[in-house]
Structures are given as C-alpha cells and as structure tokens.
C-alpha cells in the first residue's frame, strides 16, 4: 500500500523567455511603483540657498507680466434673442 503513493513533486515545465519577462517586468513595475508613492509621502527637504533668496529671479528666467482676466472664450455664441411677430 506505501509502495502505491507517489510522493515526488510534480514535473512543471521551466518558464518561457516571455514568462521570465513578464514576471521580471511585473517586479520592476511594482518597484518603481513604490518609490513614486515614497516619494509623495516622504518630503524631500529643500536647499538652503533656494529659501534663502526666493523673491529674486533667476538669472535665466524671463520675468512676465501678470496678464488682465481675459473673458471668458465659450465655445458656443449666446443665442439671440427671437423677434416677435
């Protein structure tokens, strides 16, 4: 009766080039996924110079003047009004 049970792990074929793809992309993905989300949650202390001095521009930016509210561009014109007869 001990002789008729097969205890030897069953034969699984080896996984593919794109298997082994798959799986390794998978994990790269989740990695990356990971640090994009430490990175929102973990806040990255700024540099002493960049606080010191932040109300003089940089030397290679343009500074542009505030525009005037602009009116509101709808897509459709507003009807006008029917002549009555």
Do not use: W
């Amino acid at each position: 009766m001990a002789s008729d049970l097969d205890f030897s792990p069953p034969e699984v074929p080896e996984p593919t080039f794109l298997e082994n793809l798959l799986r390794y992309g998978l994990f790269l993905g989740a990695i990356f996924q990971l640090i994009c989300v430490l990175a929102i949650i973990i806040p990255i202390p700024k540099s002493h110079e960049a606080e010191a001095e932040p109300s003089e521009p940089r030397s290679g930016e343009v500074t542009r003047k505030p525009k005037a509210a602009a009116p509101s561009t709808n897509k459709r014109p507003k009807k006008e009004a029917k002549k009555k007869r």
